[in-house]
């Protein structure tokens, strides 16, 4: 297992390369070129700037998080060739630079939905929340309500670009069901696998966010059964998962030490988040101590150590905390994801040692 740390670039994080340094245990930075919208092509100049400035603070740049795919591909228009191709240009060009993992979604029109940015938990830190039946069929409600949130920094998936247009890309995806989001997939997957064979690149998809249809949209990577189909219908080592705890842990019924077992094998990066789900359905982000929420971080854990993973690993959001809200991403503070680490890397540690016999 190699721990990373996903950081949004200079000047566009509150975190610095030098903070994370001292966060023992830290391999890698998760990085994008995150003023790109999705369809956008990659400079050369541009990504070498970024990875040279993580190499040179003693990190690797292996993963990158996210190249974005263009609606269109997700709807499957005419238009989608065109975008193919440029995402082709990106692999090509992250390859030949050493990139190995490309993180990326299929979620149609929305990134991660959460109602509330800052809900305040008992402990008196606040974190990302998400309320049931506040997500109503307005969704542009909800985009307001996500971009007076986000403040001074972008977020991925709702740059206010996209949102002035939603209520045509909606339309656009009138027809677009469950089956065909599959098949459009699966179009995009085997245009691009040639390249990643070649560049040893590898697709790692991650699951939707929440685990359920929003706002009629479809949504198909959100249980075992969802993560078999679509591992199947393109079954090529380049092709697996960014295996998400926090993504799949608010529907209960995902047993995701068992999926870790199961498709252990295609799983490239694995994000750790703990939820707590509430009685009525709503869930807060909380620390990742297994007793804090529903998802037994040391059992997902044990998964990964007893299939000997030597993937990529990060905590994936944190609570805020200590007043940090005022100014970090949401979900993406220092100190809970810090902690997060030291957690992490307690548990992996005591899990090498029994393993060792000690
Ligand atoms: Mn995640």
Same mark, same amino acid.
């Given at each position: 297992m190699q721990m990373t740390w996903r950081w949004y670039g200079e000047g566009n994080d509150s975190i610095t390369l030098d903070h994370i340094r001292q966060? $023992? %245990?830290? #391999? %890698?930075i998760v990085w994008s070129l995150h003023n790109k919208v999705a369809g956008e092509v990659w400079e050369e100049e541009e990504i070498d700037k970024v990875m040279d400035l993580i190499k040179s603070k003693g990190?690797?740049?292996?993963?990158? #998080?996210?190249v974005n795919v263009h609606d269109d591909i997700k709807i499957g228009l005419p238009t989608r060739d065109k975008y193919i191709d440029i995402y082709i240009d990106t692999i090509r060009k992250l390859g030949a630079r050493g990139v190995k993992v490309i993180c990326y979604n299929f979620m149609p029109v929305f990134d991660w939905t959460r109602t509330d940015l800052y809900k305040e938990l008992p402990d008196g830190s606040n974190s990302l929340f998400y309320e049931k &039946?506040?997500?109503?069929? &307005?969704p542009n409600i909800m985009a307001e309500r996500i971009l007076k949130g986000a403040g001074k920094y972008t977020m991925p998936g709702w740059e206010p670009e996209r949102i002035a247009k939603l209520d045509e890309l909606f339309k656009s995806y009138a027809g677009v069901d469950e089956d065909k989001l599959f098949e459009n997939l699966k179009y995009f997957l085997e245009r691009i696998m040639p390249v990643c064979e070649e560049q040893d690149v590898k697709m790692a998809i991650h699951p939707d966010d929440p685990p359920w249809p929003i706002f009629g949209l479809p949504r198909i990577i959100r249980s075992r059964d969802h993560i078999k189909r679509f591992l199947d219908q393109v079954d090529n080592p380049y092709s697996g998962l960014t295996l998400c705890t926090g993504s799949l842990g $608010?529907?209960?019924?995902?047993?995701i030490p068992s999926i870790v077992r199961e498709f252990h094998d295609r799983i490239y990066f694995a994000h750790i988040r703990n939820v707590k789900v509430y009685e009525n359905g709503d869930f807060s982000e909380v620390s990742?101590? %297994?007793? &804090? %929420?529903?998802? &037994?971080v040391y059992e997902v854990l044990k998964a990964y150590h007893d299939n000997g993973y030597t993937g990529y690993l990060r905590p994936d959001h944190g609570r805020h905390l200590w007043g940090e809200e005022k100014d970090c991403r949401p979900g993406y503070g220092l100190y809970d994801r810090a902690l997060g680490v030291m957690y992490m890397l307690g548990v992996w540690d005591s899990l090498d040692k029994r393993k060792g016999g000690h």
């Amino acid at each position: 297992m190699q721990m990373t740390w996903r950081w949004y670039g200079e000047g566009n994080d509150s975190i610095t390369l030098d903070h994370i340094r001292q966060i $023992p %245990g830290v #391999e %890698g930075i998760v990085w994008s070129l995150h003023n790109k919208v999705a369809g956008e092509v990659w400079e050369e100049e541009e990504i070498d700037k970024v990875m040279d400035l993580i190499k040179s603070k003693g990190f690797n740049a292996d993963v990158v #998080e996210s190249v974005n795919v263009h609606d269109d591909i997700k709807i499957g228009l005419p238009t989608r060739d065109k975008y193919i191709d440029i995402y082709i240009d990106t692999i090509r060009k992250l390859g030949a630079r050493g990139v190995k993992v490309i993180c990326y979604n299929f979620m149609p029109v929305f990134d991660w939905t959460r109602t509330d940015l800052y809900k305040e938990l008992p402990d008196g830190s606040n974190s990302l929340f998400y309320e049931k &039946d506040a997500i109503v069929n &307005d969704p542009n409600i909800m985009a307001e309500r996500i971009l007076k949130g986000a403040g001074k920094y972008t977020m991925p998936g709702w740059e206010p670009e996209r949102i002035a247009k939603l209520d045509e890309l909606f339309k656009s995806y009138a027809g677009v069901d469950e089956d065909k989001l599959f098949e459009n997939l699966k179009y995009f997957l085997e245009r691009i696998m040639p390249v990643c064979e070649e560049q040893d690149v590898k697709m790692a998809i991650h699951p939707d966010d929440p685990p359920w249809p929003i706002f009629g949209l479809p949504r198909i990577i959100r249980s075992r059964d969802h993560i078999k189909r679509f591992l199947d219908q393109v079954d090529n080592p380049y092709s697996g998962l960014t295996l998400c705890t926090g993504s799949l842990g $608010p529907n209960l019924f995902n047993d995701i030490p068992s999926i870790v077992r199961e498709f252990h094998d295609r799983i490239y990066f694995a994000h750790i988040r703990n939820v707590k789900v509430y009685e009525n359905g709503d869930f807060s982000e909380v620390s990742h101590r %297994g007793k &804090d %929420g529903n998802v &037994d971080v040391y059992e997902v854990l044990k998964a990964y150590h007893d299939n000997g993973y030597t993937g990529y690993l990060r905590p994936d959001h944190g609570r805020h905390l200590w007043g940090e809200e005022k100014d970090c991403r949401p979900g993406y503070g220092l100190y809970d994801r810090a902690l997060g680490v030291m957690y992490m890397l307690g548990v992996w540690d005591s899990l090498d040692k029994r393993k060792g016999g000690h």
